[in-house]
């Protein structure tokens, strides 16, 4: 994307939000979607600096999980093929050893 001042990026990391839902499954944790305040940032050697102080919401369609809280692994990317659309006040439960994730708005 150009600004005028040259490319933006979009900064691709874990990201504060808010209307996720989160399920336990044996050992582990998910969390699924939410909306996210996304930041844009002038390219550079430190692209996640919110330098513009510019952001847009998204709807997430991500998935993490985690087997402590402290370290998360990401198990699908937003916008992966094979990933349900962006939501966010959505419920997830645990049925049979699978997550199924119910409702929200996106």
Known sequence: LENGFGPVCVC???TARE???VAVVGDHMYVTGGIASVHRSLCGPHAC???DAGSY???MSDVWYSSD???WVQATSAGQSDSFAGRGGHSMVVVNQELWLIGGRG
Do not use: I
């Open 57 to 59: 919401r998204e709807y």
């Open 69 to 71: 809280g402290a370290v």
């Open 12 to 14: 691709q990391m874990w």
């Open 19 to 21: 209307d996720f839902a």
């Open 49 to 51: 600096g919110d330098v």
